[in-house]
């Protein structure tokens, strides 16, 4: 009877299975082996970066345990009569509370860098000013405001002779400044308005205003090189959250302090051009105090200027002969809020003679000084810059410094009598 034998895989068809089996056998040892190098050699290098991070941190505390040791900060209670026990060996300038601090408050609606105690709304009077941002100079001026160094090595000298001066002319007129300050002179009545006389190409003279919006592109053609709109009297306030145009008009102050602020969004140029940027905030000061005095003369029905009786007592009596009523100009009252105003003198007096009569006389007359070589001022200067250069960076440090010490008398026992709320500071006169 025939029987059916189950034939199997011969041993040739067996071999290539095998080798293929232990071959992937032999990959998985392969796979796990370098998956296990990796882990290995990561873990190395996560151990050895932690070493390094370690390292950095106890050299960091150490150096700063070492600052601490010799500058020998201040703690709050070290405040206590530290106004009778002055030590030169303590480097007061590194307190938290002293220090100036950089300028990093920056403004959310003009992105304007401001240091701490500024008010919020000196550069943008909080969203209300909105202006459109100057155009970068050619290249040829930019070269010339970035003051590369193949500029500054070069051997350029400008020679003057006197003897080669125009006909007529002064020679020291064409000299050289001798010295880093820029001063103006108004000449006559400061309210009425400055004849500014333009010479057309057809040799015409037309006469403009300070207001006038070309006045500044007219008067410094190297800043606003487009002939860009300077500040007039038609420019309009926003609504901070709309943008929308509103009926207020923006004062000459708030626009001038829009365009002098330093922002990291934008160069701001301006701060560049040394003596006639000088040139440039002095004549729109200038600008700024006439129109304020202009708005005072306009408004003396509100300001009830017709109240004051000294000038017209002295003008009704007339009880002296030799007094000529034709010599008596106009009568225009400055209010205490215009600074240099003889109420805001007066006003400044009485306050100090109210804080005397009420607390007594002041035991300490404490004056605050300014260091142009502060590393708060060298820090913001532009390359190639001095801080003779920048005296919007310099006039704002005394604020500053006198809102910090203001702080700490206020908050601080500095005389170890006193409380802290009977300590009272004047404003500068």
């Not at 193949?150 to 000298?157: F, I, P, S, V």
């Not at 420019?235 to 922002?263: D, F, W």
Request: include cysteine; hydrophobic fraction near 35%.
């Amino acid at each position: 009877m025939p029987v059916d034998v189950l034939r199997g895989p011969s041993c040739q068809q067996i071999k290539p299975r095998q080798q293929t089996l232990l071959k992937g056998i032999g990959q998985q040892k392969d796979v796990r082996k370098s998956s296990e190098h990796r882990d290995e050699r990561l873990r190395l290098q996560r151990e050895r970066s932690r070493a390094a991070r370690e390292q950095h941190v106890a050299r960091y505390r150490a150096q700063d345990q070492e600052r601490q040791q010799y500058s020998c900060p201040l703690t709050r209670m070290s405040f206590f009569r530290l106004a009778f026990e002055y030590s030169p060996h303590i480097n007061y300038s590194a307190h938290s509370k002293i220090a100036i601090g950089p300028m990093d408050q920056l403004c959310r609606y003009c992105q304007a860098l401001k240091f701490r105690y500024e008010p919020p709304g000196m550069c943008c009077s909080l969203g209300k000013v909105v202006l459109l941002p100057l155009l970068s100079p050619p290249k040829p001026l930019r070269s010339l405001l970035a003051v590369s160094p193949q500029l500054r090595n070069d051997n350029l000298q400008i020679v003057i002779r006197a003897d080669k001066t125009p006909s007529g002319e002064h020679a020291g007129r064409f000299n050289a400044p001798i010295v880093e300050e820029v001063a103006i002179i108004m000449v006559g009545d400061p309210v009425d308005n400055r004849a500014i006389k333009i010479t057309r190409r057809d040799n015409t003279v037309h006469v403009i205003s300070d207001l006038h919006s070309s006045y500044d592109a007219l008067q410094y053609p190297l800043i606003f090189w487009q002939g860009q709109d300077g500040y007039h009297i038609n420019i309009k306030q926003v609504h901070p959250v709309t943008g929308n145009e509103t009926n207020k008009k923006v004062s000459s102050m708030c626009y001038y302090a829009y365009r002098l602020m330093i922002r990291n969004n934008q160069d701001n140029y301006i701060l560049r051009y040394r003596q006639l940027y000088h040139q440039y905030v002095v004549d729109m000061y200038a600008k700024i105090e006439s129109e304020r005095l202009r708005f005072l003369r306009f408004n003396q029905v509100k300001l009830r200027s017709e109240d004051y009786i000294h000038l017209r007592d002295a003008i009704i009596r007339n009880n002296d002969e030799k007094l000529n009523i034709n010599n008596f100009g106009n009568a225009f009252i400055l209010p205490s809020s215009y600074i240099g105003s003889p109420r805001n003198m007066q006003e400044y007096v009485q306050d100090a003679m109210t804080y005397v009569r009420h607390y007594g006389r002041p035991d300490l007359f404490i004056t605050f000084t300014c260091n142009p070589n502060w590393e708060e001022i060298q820090a913001l200067l532009l390359p190639g810059q001095q801080s003779i250069q920048r005296h919007d960076i310099v006039a704002r440090m005394p604020r500053r410094i006198m809102a910090t010490k203001k702080e700490i008398i206020d908050k601080s026992v500095v005389d170890g009598n006193q409380p802290s709320s009977q300590l009272q500071t004047l404003s500068p006169i």
